[in-house]
């Protein structure tokens, strides 16, 4: 076996040890992005499991992202929620930033929810628009499925066709018009950041048809679809991307604007979930 699929191993017998997956069994794998980490406090949790009790797994470094597992229910659905993801911009291999997503995985989720503060580079989009990824771009950073493929979690060329799936889209998007929350649809590009954006990199990506662009996601998608897992996403449009205004961008504006619609942001992901 590989160094990367033993070390996902001593991962996921670290949890076990600390969770009785006899009684219970995750449905759904949420990743909380910037300004949803109040969701994770907000559910009936069974447990939680700091990132720092896992052997060998890695640690976020951003703030106002919280490292660490909760384990519960939103309504009847069991879920586990990663409280602060893993950026491939604070040094880590690729391997280490999906690991959260493949151990989920092995925990028995089979359905991966993400979430995340994005620039929009669609021109009818603004900040606090709510957009239901419907295909993504991750071809600017490392494939996760580089080097030798781990025949336990995937084959070696998967199909790549159909990432988010369809289903969970028109689930999402029912309860959005239930809920009367404005929900955009559009394709998400990755880029390794932590830099932001050029405006002509933000040319380039409107060309290849990107509505919006951040620095997570896309390969934890990939890593997911890997594994046979559903995905479905919604990215926040917390600014619009260089050259799209007049103003400078900074991660204070990404808090900012994130901490403002997450009520809505949080009611759409609950009660999405419930449907699931």
Same mark, same amino acid.
């Given at each position: 076996m590989s160094e990367v699929y033993d070390k996902l191993?001593?991962? !996921?017998?670290?949890?076990?040890k600390q969770l009785d997956l006899a009684d219970f $069994?995750?449905?759904? /794998?949420? !990743?909380? &992005?910037?300004?949803? @980490?109040?969701?994770?406090?907000? =559910?009936?949790?069974?447990?939680?499991?700091?990132?720092?009790?896992?052997?060998?797994?890695?640690?976020?470094?951003? $703030?106002?992202?919280?490292?660490?597992?909760?384990?519960?229910?939103? @309504?009847?659905v069991p879920v586990v929620i990663m409280? @602060?993801?893993?950026?491939?911009?604070?040094?880590?291999?690729?391997?280490? !930033?999906?690991l959260p997503i493949r151990l989920m995985r092995m925990l028995g989720a089979e359905i991966l929810f993400l979430t995340n503060a994005? *620039? *929009?580079?669609?021109?009818?989009?603004?900040p606090g628009t709510l957009m239901l990824i419907k295909d993504q771009i991750a071809s600017f950073v490392p494939s996760p499925l580089i080097g030798p493929n781990m025949d336990e979690l &995937?084959?070696?060329?998967?199909?790549?066709?159909? =990432?988010?799936?369809?289903?969970?889209?028109?689930?999402?998007?029912?309860? /959005? $018009?239930?809920?009367? =929350?404005?929900?955009k649809k559009g394709v998400y590009i990755q880029f390794t950041g932590p830099a932001y954006e050029t405006p002509a990199e933000i040319d380039m990506a409107d060309t290849l048809g990107a509505d919006a662009c951040g620095m997570s996601t896309a390969c934890e998608a990939v890593a997911a679809k890997h594994m046979g897992?559903? !995905?479905?996403?919604?990215?926040? =449009?917390t600014n619009m /991307?260089? *050259?799209?205004?007049?103003?400078?961008?900074?991660h204070e504006e990404v808090q900012i604007t994130a901490d403002r619609v997450s009520d809505q942001f949080r009611q759409l992901v609950r009660s999405s979930i419930k449907q699931m």
């Open positions: 191993m001593t991962c !996921v017998a670290a949890c076990r $069994k995750p449905r759904v /794998a949420l !990743v909380l &992005g910037s300004g949803l @980490g109040q969701l994770a406090d907000e =559910i009936q949790v069974l447990h939680r499991i700091p990132y720092s009790d896992i052997e060998g797994f890695p640690m976020s470094t951003v $703030k106002g992202h919280q490292g660490r597992y909760v384990f519960g229910w939103i @309504g009847q409280q @602060g993801r893993v950026h491939y911009y604070e040094g880590y291999s690729m391997s280490d !930033v999906v994005a *620039g *929009g580079i669609n021109r009818d989009y603004q &995937g084959t070696r060329f998967p199909d790549m066709s159909a =990432i988010y799936d369809v289903d969970l889209q028109n689930r999402i998007s029912h309860t /959005a $018009k239930e809920l009367d =929350i404005p929900l897992m559903q !995905v479905c996403g919604i990215s926040c =449009i /991307a260089s *050259g799209r205004s007049n103003r400078p961008l900074t």
